[in-house]
């Protein structure tokens, strides 16, 4: 099955808005003819009432690095689905592993969190991935596993569609250290193997699986040319209309 390949930007905790506002006005001017690839932003939320306006029309999509689980009340610090909704956004990131190392995410709480970006029509980019003590001690399947066990208990399958996965090997994430094409295609296979136990064939082919970890122009090529990468999860390389552009534009 052709799963349409999806790069979207991580902005993490970076750019005020005069330097969000120069770089979706470049990635526009660059990106907005690009079809065989769907791509996005995640600004931090601040931000993105700002993006929200210089996107209007673009084939670019925006969405946060975060949503609450709950849909409103006395969360403190959080921002709800239905909030980014009337904001226009696509995506909610979930899970991602600077939030679990240093926020306490769980994978039952990026369960909740995906299902509430369900319930306002967000796409949840479920991010999995092992630390190097992990995969040095050889348990990266059984964690990635655990991990997207829990993240979709008790999704159906037409929920679980709806989603996009990040495979992001946590040694990888920010350090220019890469996973080779085909140290991520095995942990991909293994992912999409599990989802066909999990839910069924038609909705493991279906669901798009990103990497994400010191992706960069000239590595991305590789990447995506393995059979269950079907995208790009992008942090530091995603900054820089240069390096984000290239990126996209991989083949
Ligand atoms: P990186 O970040 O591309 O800077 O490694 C990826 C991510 O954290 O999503």
């Not at 099955?1 to 770089?23: E, F, Q, Y």
């Not at 994978?107 to 999995?128: G, H, S």
């Not at 037409?158 to 350090?175: C, D, F, L, N």
Request: glycine share 8%; hydrophobic share 45%.
């Amino acid at each position: 099955m052709a799963r349409l390949p999806v790069i979207v930007g991580n902005w993490k905790m970076n750019l005020t808005r005069s330097a969000a506002a120069d770089l979706v006005q470049q990635l526009r001017t660059e990106l907005d003819a690009v079809r065989d690839v769907e791509v996005g932003v995640c600004p931090v939320f601040t931000v993105i009432p700002l993006v929200a306006p210089l996107l209007a029309g673009s084939a670019i999509r925006f969405g946060a690095q975060n949503v609450a689980w709950a849909d409103s009340g006395a969360f403190t610090g959080e921002v709800s689905g239905e909030m980014l909704r009337e904001l226009g956004c696509s995506y909610a990131i979930v899970g991602h592993s600077e939030r679990r190392q240093h926020f306490g995410e769980t994978d039952e709480r990026v369960n909740a969190r995906a299902k509430a970006a369900l319930r306002w029509d967000l796409t949840p980019i479920v991010c999995v991935g092992e630390t190097l003590k992990q995969r040095e001690a050889d348990e990266t399947m059984t964690v990635v596993t655990a991990q997207v066990q829990g993240c979709f208990a008790g999704w159906t399958a037409a929920e679980a569609r709806r989603a996009i996965i990040a495979y992001e090997p946590v040694w990888a994430i920010g350090t220019g250290k890469v996973a080779t094409p085909a140290q991520a295609q095995e942990v991909h296979a293994v992912i999409r193997a599990l989802l066909t136990r999990l839910f069924d064939a038609g909705t493991a082919q279906s669901i798009r699986i990103q990497y994400g970890g010191s992706v960069k122009p000239d590595n991305v090529e590789e990447l995506m040319a393995q059979p269950d990468i079907d995208g790009a999860l992008v942090g530091g390389a995603s900054l820089k209309a240069k390096d984000f552009v290239p990126l996209v534009k991989f083949k």
